[in-house]
């Protein structure tokens, strides 16, 4: 077992994949801040020019709305969206990828069973998103506050932090899934992309967009937007474009679907055990009859 997490930390950090999703995860969390930010000096600066053309100053007037709420809000969307992309693709060498290139063939003929091969990888990956995620979100919203000014509500952000990190867990348990039973690295991100990108609006059709891993992001969503006021402007264009202000903020909503994305991310941790179990080759046969 402890070989098993020795392969796995060396190919997460020699291979630069750590550093490199620390670096975008932080610049993702600082995206909302310093763009909106800049659109908010410019706004000022135009309204403080005389006979600016009333025009312009209205096309950024909604840049002068934006609270440190919105903010955070935007901050989740970049790291549950964009942040997890790049994850994807990063992960994809270790979520299939061995399978893909038969080296997976090094560790089983070092000794190491499918559980000692498995159980690191459904443990460090994850759980290093988990917590990169949750500190993504507090980023900006510490980075937000001084910029935007307003109060936020700790509780409220924590709780957005908790289910950005739940929702990309869970999606980085189900590529190493997909990944490592079907050999198809590819095939797991394309899966997790099409997932990710459609089925929170699909649940949200058919009014099935609770007490689910998948409703982890517009729990997230609607407790960011809670943690403090929101621009009148703002929080209109977003509920019309993006229907995620509506999103179940409740203790029950939270506490089930967290509990079903452990759940079903165990469940798909077995699977895999089970699914190299029937792959692994046994070359031991009788001895020879003399």
């Not at 990828?97 to 560790?107: A, L």
């Not at 490592?180 to 967009?209: E, H, K, M, Y």
């Amino acid at each position: 077992m402890i070989n098993g997490f020795k392969k796995e930390m060396l190919f997460y950090t020699r291979g630069g994949r750590l550093i490199i999703v620390l670096v975008v995860m932080a610049a993702l969390a600082l995206m909302s801040p310093v763009m909106f930010g800049m659109m908010k000096m410019m706004t000022d600066t135009m309204n403080n020019i005389e006979g600016m053309d009333e025009s312009v100053t209205n096309a950024f007037a909604m840049f002068s709305g934006f609270t440190a709420a919105d903010i955070t809000m935007y901050t989740v969307q970049y790291v549950a969206g964009m942040g997890a992309i790049v994850t994807l693709f990063l992960f994809k060498g270790a979520a299939g990828g061995e399978q893909q290139k038969r080296s997976v063939i090094i560790p089983q003929c070092s000794g190491l069973s499918a559980v000692d091969y498995a159980l690191p990888k459904f443990i460090i990956y994850p759980l290093s998103i988990i917590v990169i995620s949750m500190v993504s979100v507090y980023l900006g919203a510490l980075v937000s506050l001084p910029i935007f000014g307003g109060s936020l509500d700790w509780g409220m952000v924590t709780i957005s932090a908790v289910c950005t990190a739940g929702f990309l867990g869970f999606f980085t348990v189900l590529q190493f899934t997909i990944g490592i039973c079907t050999g198809r690295s590819g095939l797991a991100i394309v899966i997790c992309i099409i997932a990710q990108t459609f089925l929170p609006s699909i649940l949200s059709a058919f009014r099935i967009d609770r007490f689910n891993p998948v409703s982890l992001y517009s729990i997230a969503l609607g407790a960011a937007l809670a943690s403090g006021e929101s621009g009148l402007n703002v929080f209109t264009a977003l509920e019309s474009s993006t229907n995620t202000a509506s999103g179940d903020v409740t203790a029950l909503n939270i506490t089930i679907s967290l509990a079903t994305a452990v759940i079903i991310s165990v469940l798909l941790g077995f699977v895999t055990v089970f699914v190299l179990h029937t792959k692994e080759v046994h070359n031991e046969g009788d001895e020879p009859v003399l």
